[in-house]
């Protein structure tokens, strides 16, 4: 019987439903998309093409990796390591030797640029003519003219072509480990991965800049030799000093880039899409309660005709299965569209490559589809539990009047959440870095938990204060009713203020951690980047040599490159990757061109040895090291290195928050080339000859001033302005959604209440002026409570992230407050008006 008259409520009263179907159909559809993204990054591959005929390839490990004692025993983490990890040359004869074996070809890539004669070519790829062989199987010679020799080159003929070169001529060519002129030997076909230029094998393996290392070595079987069999045998010829990739890890192999992919994939659809989900609960659960609690008066009835506490929840849960499945399945379309505009989005950015597909597959729909069931469940029960324990003869009569606090469980719980928030913010205070922001949702969670719970007695609270001018101003008798209407009504008050607080504190965190970000790595930019000319480059970098050159330009004082790279390093057992510049010239004339701001030791010792490192401040507290000691780093390519910091700076953030020399990090780079060359001129030179003798250095150079080198600075916080955005406007919006969604159902269960108001004489004007007044008390409330969550839980983040305070563009705060103020009004006089325009008669005999 309970279970066809639950049937029945949602068939012929499916407008007290929507509100519920709403929040189930958007959470499921964001646990979709963050499901989707996880998915792909657990399953993405790249589909193997230049080592296709190649069934087995050997290759470095592109993961950095410790070990640790777990409460479940060891432990292991990995991180995605900056640069390609590559393979000593040396394991080319050992692999040749095995019996199974009919060739191993090393395989080399490096970026070449045209230099001024040869302007008309595009930056090329470099390659050792051995490797060839790789793409055009059985092919030993060009399509035209011969294999090349020292001094020589063979050009794709494309390329060739396009900038009216053949063979015999000669071009002036740069790539990472230096410069040269070459002849044209011969011409060959067009690329896959673009135009391409070849060397003899010696000669590549310099000009790489990896003297006695290959980006991997493609190993092909003898006659009858199955895969299995031959990786094996190149597994003992390797002997743990390299990775052996056979099926589609060899595409892994080809594009290294994956490795850092699957990171932001896994990482955006497994973190965020926790935290997702769990605000998809939050808000399913709080709308469902909400809900439920509007039919008080309907299970009071059936309670005090003979219906069990058991068919009451039966009831209320057999609800639940019948709408939370349909709301969900409906979810999963928009969540897919969702997933693939931020997987395309992430493509566009190269977080990840073009290769890799978004992987579509029944696991997160399930998982939206059973998410939003148990949260609907939940929320039935949680809600059940009063009217189900009600005594009959007490239940019409409980309904109709508004408990006047929350039970004493409720309040026990919210006051655990409150005092866990505070315990994490306290604990934030005391972490540096990405550790402090690493705790930020787990705050702003925490701290809405104890919100929803404690919500009659905070709105009570704040609408007492906020409501004392409205009773004592000219805002009339609406503003009085309003007053008292609110403080009277707290439970129904807290609905409508949660869903304002989540958006409030969700945004302010994760728009204002970014925007605190960008401000602490701009204001450090502008007073570190002191060179009076930054040279760039519009291709892939400027050759080692270009500082060298720039320094004996007529008018230069001092000129020093920059080499970008990346490491990873350990703080306690996570890996954390950071940025590392590689200085080359004279670094005690560093603070010439960028003033870093030095606290402890001298950058001058840099020069000292390849084995010694400054670091940020925060970073090296992060680490727990000072000068003196030495700090385990692992580089770019995975090379693990123990250097001794010699000096601590304060301007690390937006700038580089390690440093080393040129020299020990050029090898562990995929391309050897300086993202910019800081030049600093010498008293009275002529700015304008000297920036026209720079920009004659390369066909690829270009030269600004030190604004230069906060444009590239800040083009490498644009991913992670981007996620942060994008998260805050998902997470954001879906809580406006649900704020809106509240509103509405609140307002609509409020017919009785202004049935009365029009029999008793209230006007029109004046009952959507208290509806208006009554909005602005929930969207003020809203604010002050969602504000002090994201103020509480981004001072101590900000000052581990960037050692002050947070930084609040008034701008951006405005339209915050701006949009939650119209979402109220917009939510709540929207269906006022048409509540309005029900006869009073019927409005005050409505059921509810």
């Known amino acids: 019987m309970m279970n066809g008259l639950a049937r029945a409520s949602v068939r012929f009263r499916p407008a007290s439903f929507v509100g519920s179907f709403i929040a189930l159909l958007l959470g499921a559809a964001i646990i979709t998309a963050c499901g989707a993204l996880l998915q792909t990054g657990i399953t993405a591959h790249v589909e193997p093409v230049r080592y296709a005929d190649s069934p087995v390839v050997v290759s470095g490990d592109p993961y950095a990796r410790i070990s640790y004692q777990g409460s479940e025993g060891t432990e292991s983490k990995q991180s995605a390591l900056p640069e390609r990890s590559r393979v000593e040359s040396a394991l080319t004869a050992r692999i040749a030797a095995r019996p199974g074996v009919a060739a191993a070809v090393p395989d080399l890539s490096f970026p070449v640029q045209a230099e001024k004669k040869s302007g008309a070519l595009p930056v090329l790829t470099g390659r050792n003519f051995s490797a060839a062989a790789l793409t055009a199987p059985g092919s030993s010679a060009p399509a035209e003219g011969h294999a090349p020799r020292a001094g020589e080159v063979v050009l794709e003929e494309a390329a060739a072509r396009a900038a009216h070169l053949a063979p015999g001529d000669r071009v002036s060519l740069a790539a990472p480990g230096g410069s040269g002129n070459y002849v044209i030997s011969g011409l060959a076909a067009a690329q896959a991965d673009g135009p391409s230029v070849w060397f003899a094998d010696g000669v590549a393996e310099r000009l790489s800049g990896h003297p006695g290392t290959v980006d991997a070595i493609a190993v092909k079987p003898r006659d009858g030799i199955t895969t299995s069999a031959l990786a094996g045998q190149v597994r003992q010829a390797v002997d743990g000093r390299a990775e052996v990739a056979t099926g589609d890890a060899r595409g892994a192999v080809e594009e290294p880039a994956l490795a850092e992919g699957r990171t932001v994939l896994i990482g955006l659809g497994g973190s965020f899409g926790g935290i997702a989900a769990m605000t998809a609960i939050f808000v399913v659960i709080g709308t469902i309660a909400l809900a439920i609690g509007q039919r008080a008066r309907e299970f009071a009835m059936l309670r005090a005709v003979g219906a069990t506490p058991g068919q009451i929840r039966r009831t209320i849960a057999t609800e639940a299965v019948i709408l939370a499945p349909a709301a969900a399945a409906l979810g999963v379309l928009p969540g897919l569209a969702l997933a693939r505009w931020w997987f395309g989005e992430l493509v566009d950015r190269g977080a990840v490559p073009g290769q890799v597909s978004l992987d579509i597959g029944v696991l997160p729909m399930l998982a939206a589809v059973g998410t939003s069931v148990l949260a609907a469940l939940t929320a039935g029960w949680v809600a059940a539990r009063r009217p189900a324990k009600l005594r009959p003869s007490q239940a019409l009569g409980e309904a109709a009047v508004e408990p006047a606090r929350p039970g004493v469980t409720r309040i026990v719980m919210g006051l655990a959440a409150l005092a866990g928030g505070g315990a994490l913010a306290g604990l934030a205070a005391r972490l540096n870095g990405s550790d402090a922001a690493n705790t930020a949702l787990g705050v702003v969670m925490c701290f809405l938990l104890a919100v929803a719970l404690l919500g009659p007695l905070l709105a009570r609270l704040c609408t007492s204060v906020l409501g004392l001018p409205l009773r004592a101003s000219a805002a009339g008798a609406a503003g009085s009713l309003a007053a008292d209407n609110t403080r009277a009504q707290a439970r129904r008050l807290a609905s409508a203020i949660t869903p304002i607080v989540m958006v409030t504190a969700f945004c302010g965190t994760l728009i204002f951690i970014q925007s605190t970000i960008r401000h602490a790595s701009a204001q450090n930019v502008k007073v570190a980047a002191v060179a009076d000319h930054v040279l760039g480059s519009t ?70 040895s390849r084995d010694t490192v400054a670091l940020d401040t925060s970073l090296a507290e992060s680490l727990g ?53 800081l030049v600093s001129a010498a ?140 979402l109220a009004l917009a939510a709540t006089g929207l269906p006022t008006r048409a509540l309005l325009r029900t006869r009073p008669i019927e409005a005050g005999t409505a059921r509810q």
């Open 539 to 608: 291709g892939p970098g400027l050759p080692a040599a270009t500082a060298e050159r720039a320094a004996r330009v007529p008018g230069v004082e001092s000129a020093t490159g920059v080499l970008r790279t990346g490491a990873v390093y350990r703080s306690g057992n996570e890996l954390s990757s950071t940025t590392v510049l590689g200085i080359s010239g004279d670094p005690a004339k560093l603070p010439k061109v960028l003033d870093l701001g030095v606290n402890s030791g001298s950058l001058s010792a840099l020069g000292s």
């Open 625 to 677: 090291v000072k000068t003196g000691d030495r700090v385990p780093l692992w580089l770019g390519d995975g090379t693990k290195v123990r250097p001794t910091v010699v000096a601590t700076y304060e301007r690390g953030l937006g700038v580089g928050q390690v440093l080393m020399p040129r020299a020990a990090v050029a090898r562990h780079v995929s391309a050897a080339l300086d993202g910019q060359v």
């Open 683 to 822: 008293p009275g030179a002529d700015p304008k000859t000297v920036a026209r003798q720079l920009a004659a250095l390369s066909p690829q150079a270009t030269v600004t001033d030190a604004a230069g080198y906060g444009v590239q600075a800040d083009r490498n916080q644009e991913l992670s302005s981007w996620a942060n955005t994008v998260m805050a406007a998902v997470l954001g919006g879906f809580a406006a959604i649900a704020a809106a969604n509240t509103l509405v159902m609140t307002v609509l269960d409020r017919r009785r209440e202004v049935g009365l108001l029009r029999l008793s004489g209230t006007t029109h004007r004046q009952v959507r002026g208290m509806m208006r007044w009554e909005a602005l008390l929930v969207a003020a409330s809203g604010l002050l409570l969602g504000s002090a969550i994201a103020w509480t839980t981004l001072v101590p983040i900000a000052r581990g992230l960037t050692g002050a305070a947070p930084y609040i563009p008034t701008g951006t705060a405005l339209q915050l407050a701006a949009g939650a103020v119209l």
